[in-house]
T-cell receptor, first 114, second 114 residues
């Protein structure tokens, strides 16, 4: 149980384009989903927390207009990187938590912006 | 600032030995504690969680919590080369039972040698 998927696993795009990443909880209802970013050899950095049906809460320094988060249902959250630039290239990982507080991570999405 | 601290390592142990990974946290009111394993290039996967003082065992893994000392550890018995990874300590510094955001340590890299 507690399986979280992400799609796509890899994405390469041109600078200035927008990229949408999906995060799904496959076998449980995720009341809360989290989005992280991880640069090479660095620790996880929490970007935002989203609850189903409400606006996401962004961490300090994360631009909410650049990283759009939608948590439309109890099994799906999306992260859209708008007008991506090379400095946005990173490993984006979502996690999901259900009734209990344990967070289960998706496999991650590698974004490369050319 | 609320912090979780881990020795970055690498911690090198021979195959079959016990690996001991340590973590300290700054918020005395923290209620729940998690250990995740992250292989290079992959997302974190949950090993175990602990809420109460004392030991919690799951297979070859034992988590130990001492809230008075603000200290949590992970023991891995009969270490295998496949255990070589970065181990992340995470602390929920919000209310227990709710999916509050986790504060992660920077991780300890474990190397199990043949």
């Amino acid at each position: 149980g507690a399986v979280v998927s992400q799609h796509p696993s890899w994405v390469i795009c041109k600078s200035g384009t927008s990229v949408k990443i999906e995060c799904r909880s496959l076998d449980f209802q995720a009341t809360t989903m989290f989005w992280y970013r991880q640069f090479p050899k660095q620790s996880l950095m929490l970007m935002a927390t989203s609850n189903e049906g409400s606006k996401a809460t962004y961490e300090q320094g994360v631009e909410k207009d650049k990283f759009l988060i939608n948590h439309a249902s109890l099994t799906l959250s999306t992260l859209t990187v708008t007008s991506a630039h090379p400095e946005d290239s990173s490993f984006y990982i979502c996690s999901a938590a259900g009734d209990l507080e344990t967070q289960y991570f998706g496999p991650g999405t590698r974004l490369l912006v050319l | 600032q609320k912090e979780v601290e881990q020795n970055s390592g690498p911690l090198s142990v021979p195959e079959g030995a016990i690996a001991s990974l340590n973590c300290t946290y700054s918020d005395r009111g923290s209620q729940s504690f998690f250990w995740y394993r992250q292989y290079s290039g992959k997302s974190p996967e949950l090993i175990m969680f602990i809420y109460s003082n004392g030991d919690k065992e799951d297979g070859r893994f034992t988590a130990q919590l001492n809230k008075a000392s603000q200290y949590v550890s992970l023991l891995i018995r009969d270490s295998q080369p496949s255990d070589s990874a970065t181990y992340l300590c995470a602390v929920n510094m919000g209310s227990s039972g709710t999916a509050s955001k986790l504060t992660f340590g920077t991780g300890t890299r474990l190397q199990v040698t043949l």
